[in-house]
């Protein structure tokens, strides 16, 4: 099954700069490609200087610069894996996870990258660790994952729904968040024992959840659709709407949600969008993105410090917490 979010990236211009690690034995190589075919799906800033960002075709690129150069690492999974989703529990141990149930893992900082066996053949989204042993991944056909052991095994989880999931967040190392398909929240309390379906009050799809703390959180999607909850995801709710409707302004389809605190969060989509809000969410303003591209994926290494992702081998960077960007590498 081909992921959505290939259909929606721009053909792209040569990824210019990046330079090949060393090649191991077996798997997919670091070769750079030779055409207009890449596209940043997530990214995972350590501090401002370690960055890695995953995406397709097959590719993890990691910065020790902060974005002023990249290199490709090679991975053991097979030829022609997107990669889809990436995140780190410290600056040794991470994970990343893809096609046809991908999982690989790091315990070195990314020297080194291992599979590990996912007990399905499902299209792997995201991927959040909650704690340093506790972590969850979202996928295909409502397939839910979680760790206890640092990401080195993986059990599935009962979703009840059917649903591609998108999205997952994990508050705290028993409550996790999941968005997906026709405006699908799942939550649950009890460390994956059972999962509900909170009411998110839209119809859209719901690319990205993250929270900050155990009880704010925002939920993002498709046509502009942006949701906050302050109650730990009991209630949802709208915002960014037109004034006296119950549209949102945006258009966009917005595929990264990043919130710093409670009241200040970045947002990214289509046509290069970047949206911000300190009050809440009460109001958001958009920021120049420097690019038209799609921009899937967005994180920050501190509160002014980050960097988003997405179609022709674009990365974007910020030193103001957003306020203005500039072409870190790809396409404008």
């Not at 890449?38 to 990214?43: A, C, E, V």
């Not at 979703?159 to 649950?188: K, Y």
């Not at 059972?194 to 839209?202: D, N, P, Q, Y």
């Not at 967005?298 to 674009?314: C, E, I, L, V």
């Amino acid at each position: 099954m081909t992921h959505p979010f290939a259909r929606l990236a721009a053909a792209g211009l040569l990824f210019l700069g990046i330079a090949a690690a060393a090649p191991r034995t077996g798997g997919q190589g670091p070769a750079i490609p030779g055409d207009a075919s890449i596209t940043f799906y997530s990214i995972r800033a350590l501090d401002e200087r370690n960055v890695f960002a995953v995406g397709k075709p097959g590719i993890i690129a990691h910065s020790t610069d902060g974005g002023k150069t990249w290199t490709l690492q090679s991975h053991p999974a097979p030829a022609g894996t997107d990669l889809f989703g990436v995140d780190f529990s410290d600056r040794s141990h991470g994970l990343i996870v893809g096609g046809k149930g991908t999982i690989l893992r790091t315990t070195d900082g990314g020297s080194a990258w291992s599979e590990v066996p996912a007990g399905t053949p499902e299209n792997l989204v995201s991927v959040h660790m909650g704690t340093s042993q506790v972590g969850w991944i979202a996928g295909f056909l409502g397939t839910i994952l979680k760790t206890t052991d640092g990401g080195a095994s993986w059990s599935g989880q009962r979703s009840g729904v059917f649903d591609n999931l998108w999205s997952v967040s994990a508050a705290d190392s028993g409550e996790c968040f999941v968005t997906g398909g026709s405006g699908t929240i799942l939550a649950t309390s009890n460390g994956g024992r059972s999962w509900k379906t909170e009411t998110s009050g839209v119809q859209s799809f719901l690319y990205s959840v993250r929270f900050r703390g155990p009880q704010t959180g925002w939920a993002v999607g498709g046509y502009g659709a942006i949701l906050n909850t302050t109650n730990g995801g009991r209630s949802w709710e709208k915002q960014n709407l037109v004034p006296y409707l119950s549209a949102f302004q945006s258009k966009a389809f917005h595929y990264s949600v990043y919130p710093f605190d409670a009241r200040s969060c970045i947002v990214t989509g289509t046509a290069g969008t970047v949206l911000r809000t300190t009050d809440g969410g009460t109001t958001w303003s958009k920021a120049d993105s420097r690019t038209g591209v799609v921009l899937f994926g967005a994180d920050f290494a501190d509160k002014k410090t980050g960097w988003a992702a997405g179609s022709s081998g674009t990365i974007i960077k910020t030193s103001d917490g957003g306020v203005t960007w500039r072409i870190s590498r790809g396409a404008r």
